[in-house]
């Protein structure tokens, strides 16, 4: 997973930046990777309807993202543990140098006359000057503890990464949200304006008609209260907007520019069929990057239970020294080499070796618990996620039937207005109607590219192609329609 969200910074890369909001984009190379491999066929996505690109707002998040620059930097820092563990079992070299200032009372000093030779002149006297330098070398030859601290190093570092590629995979999972809610907000803004106006043309009648004496004041408050809930919802979508354009600056560092025509022909929409195969879903959950992150978590407690068995074991080591001593006590001068084998067999610590492996078993167990809730938790997400994207499909087959319906009443109103068969009332009452099955419209659809994308997070699966989808999909409702239509 953290693989194909960084071959989805990679893709991207490359791609040309106009003007405008994304005057200061990151280079070609924003990962500093090396590769960069273009994609010519996302800037016709990424330009079309007026939209922001999606693939590029993931870039800047990439390298604007503080809760992701720091598990990186955790996990470059948890990666030194793997030379730290590795040095252990290298030789040691340590140098030393000492001045030594000694006063000593014992037969020498006590016996001053049984010495009389300058050779003991010092050693009478009780007092030497000792300058001391030394070298020594540990080699250890069989530490099974420190071999398995290589083993766990390891496994501790490829799970910093694995969180790395959770954190990406949230990040991709935010930014969706807020560019999804930003593109909702920002479409209905528009088909609310317009019902806002319809709306108001329908108070005016109402108003008009009441005036003249040939309506009633019900009618005159029903439109009153129409307009003034449309106007609410107004307020209500601008704010939305305001909050998701929010995430996304805090996202990306980044204000994108959602203006565009408000909706094109949704009609021409169609929908996947690939969600009926709960089991083929369920089957791939372990690719599930939060899965494998607690299937590595388990690993390390494993490895780290093995690394606290080893203390039982014995050590050997080979030890190498040099010292170089001169003495004011001509007695004491040398120059020394020294080659040991060391055996450190480890027989009572009071009972901390076993109570510390009991501690790594209980570690080990409460880790492959989690390993079973986090499956639990990937099983139920994807269950949760084909449910709601089987009922939006079959919301927005309703929904695009009902639209069909209400466009072909709203050509009939105006063709019965034109005929003096129906009045302008009836007209903008199925504009109105028309509008609300839109915004209805968008909003499911959103609803549905949002679970659409949790659902191959779920599965492991989020890559670059998710994303263009999701460009591409918002393009086919947000291209204009040609076609002349009355809504």
Not at 169 to 197: F, M, P, T, W
Not at 444 to 454: A, E, I, K, P, S
């Amino acid at each position: 997973m953290r693989q194909t969200l960084r071959n989805l910074a990679l893709l991207v890369g490359l791609l040309s930046v106009s003007g405008g909001t994304f005057a200061q984009l990151p280079g070609s190379d924003p990962l500093g990777l090396g590769i960069a491999p273009a994609n010519d066929s996302l800037e016709d996505i990424d330009t079309q309807a007026g939209l922001p690109s999606l693939t590029r707002l993931f870039v800047l998040a990439l390298e604007n993202d503080s809760e992701l620059m720091r598990q990186r930097y955790e996990s470059q820092a948890t990666g030194q543990e793997v030379p730290m563990a590795r040095a252990a079992l290298r030789p040691y070299v340590e140098a030393g140098a000492s001045a030594i200032y000694q006063r000593a009372d014992n037969i020498y000093t006590q016996n001053p006359g049984d010495y009389p030779s300058e050779v003991y002149e010092d050693r009478v006297s009780g007092t030497t000057h000792d300058t001391l330098w030394r070298i020594d070398i540990t080699q250890p030859l069989f530490s099974l503890e420190r071999w398995r601290s290589v083993d766990k190093a390891l496994a501790q570092a490829d799970a910093a990464d694995l969180r790395v590629a959770v954190a990406e995979r949230n990040l991709a999972l935010s930014l969706v949200d807020a560019y999804l809610n930003a593109y909702l907000a920002s479409r209905k803004l528009g088909l609310l304006d317009a019902k806002r106006e319809a709306l108001n043309l329908q108070r005016h009648q109402a108003q008009r008609a009441y005036d003249l004496g040939i309506g009633d004041r019900i009618n005159l408050l029903e439109a009153q209260s129409r307009l003034d809930q449309a106007v609410a919802d107004q307020v209500k979508a601008e704010n939305e907007l305001a909050n998701a354009l929010s995430d996304l600056e805090r996202l990306t560092g980044r204000l994108p520019d959602f203006r565009g025509p408000a909706l094109g022909n949704i009609e021409r929409v169609s929908l996947e069929h690939e969600w009926e195969n709960t089991q083929q879903w369920l089957s791939r959950v372990d690719d599930n990057v939060e899965v494998r992150l607690a299937k590595q978590v388990y690993e390390v407690a494993q490895l780290d239970t093995d690394v606290r068995r080893a203390g039982h074991y014995p050590e050997l080591n080979l030890s190498l020294g040099y010292r170089d001593l001169n003495s004011s006590d001509e007695l004491r001068t040398s120059e020394d080499v020294t080659a040991s084998l060391e055996l450190d067999v480890p027989i009572y610590r009071g009972g901390y070796t076993s109570a510390s492996i009991r501690q790594g078993e209980l570690t080990a167990l409460a880790s492959r618990e989690a390993l079973t809730n986090e499956r639990r938790l990937a099983h139920q997400e994807v269950r949760k996620r084909l449910r709601n994207l089987q009922g939006n499909a079959r919301q927005l087959e309703a929904l695009t039937r009902s639209i069909e319906s209400s466009q072909l009443f709203l050509e009939a109103a105006i063709r019965g207005e034109n005929l003096g068969l129906r009045d302008l009332v009836d007209v903008l009452d199925a504009r109105a109607e028309l509008y609300d099955l839109r915004i209805q419209f968008v909003e499911v659809f959103c609803q549905y590219l949002g679970d659409r994308t949790y659902l191959e997070a779920a599965t492991g699966d989020l890559d670059t192609p998710d994303l263009i989808t999701i460009m591409s999909r918002l393009n086919e409702v947000s291209q204009p329609d040609k076609t002349p239509s009355a809504a």
